[in-house]
Every structure is written in C-alpha cells, then in structure tokens.
C-alpha cells in the first residue's frame, strides 16, 4: 500500500490540497511503514494532483482541506481520501495505521466554489474562514 500525505517543509500536513508544495509517500507493508520520501509537486496543482498521484501507485491521500473537484477527480483515480488531518505527517500515518485517525472522510473546502485565489492562511492550523466545512453527509 502507498499513502500520501500533504505537506510542507516541516513535515507538518498541508491544509490546502491543490497547492500542496509537497507529498511525504509512505510505502506500508504488513500495517508498518517500510519506506518514506518527499516528492516536491513543482508547481503542480488542483486536478492534475490526482493523476500525479495516481502515476506514483498512491492508495490513499491523507490531507487537511479539499475542495469537491479534487475529491471527484481522485475517486475516479481510485485514491481513497481521509480529509482535516492536522499535525505531523508520519504521527498522522502512524495513527492511520493504529486505526487510531478518526476523520470525517466528507471533509471539505468549498473555497472554490465562484473563486479562483484563495489563501488558507497558516498551513500549520486551518485557518479558512467561512469557507471550509466538516459535513456529515
């Protein structure tokens, strides 16, 4: 199994899904992490991340924020997503892999919805305003 996780240059989860400047992939065999390595996205963002992921053999995305259209475009990849995760990538593995990561998977960032810029703030707390909603779909 491969899972990303959004993040920045302090291997801290990223809350912006689309403008992640980096994946921390992990490689999990048996429930343990055999492997690990930051993959910088150079730029690549929104839609096009899913298929950068699909390319890579990732299962799972583990993220803070994220829109509609990502999540659309990454169940047609065949990537799970667990959505507003916070705090260190390899803790948030590591919880994931305990059964310990307790996530609303319908997570969302409703940020794009008429906009085309959009600045989360602190990519260390989410910090979206208004735009960003836990639903219970």
């Not at 990537?79 to 260190?88: E, H, P, R, T």
């Not at 310990?100 to 085309?116: A, Q």
């Not at 990519?123 to 735009?131: I, L, Q, T, W």
Request: a negative charge.
């Amino acid at each position: 199994m491969k899972i990303a996780v959004t993040s920045d240059e302090n291997g801290m989860v990223f809350q912006h899904f689309g403008k992640t400047p980096e994946f921390s992939i992990f490689d999990v065999e048996d429930g343990k992490i055999t492997a690990m390595c930051n993959e910088p996205t150079n730029g690549t963002g929104h839609g096009a991340l899913a298929q950068w992921l699909q390319e890579r053999g990732i299962n799972l995305l583990i993220c803070g924020g994220i829109g509609n259209g990502a999540r659309i475009a990454l169940d047609e990849a065949g990537i799970q997503v667990l959505g507003g995760a916070s705090g260190d990538v390899v803790q948030s593995v590591g919880s994931y892999l305990r059964g310990e990561l307790k996530l609303n998977p319908n997570f969302t960032c409703h940020h794009h919805d008429g906009e085309h810029e959009h600045s989360c703030g602190s990519h260390h707390e989410h910090s979206c305003g208004n735009h960003c909603s836990k639903t219970s779909d």
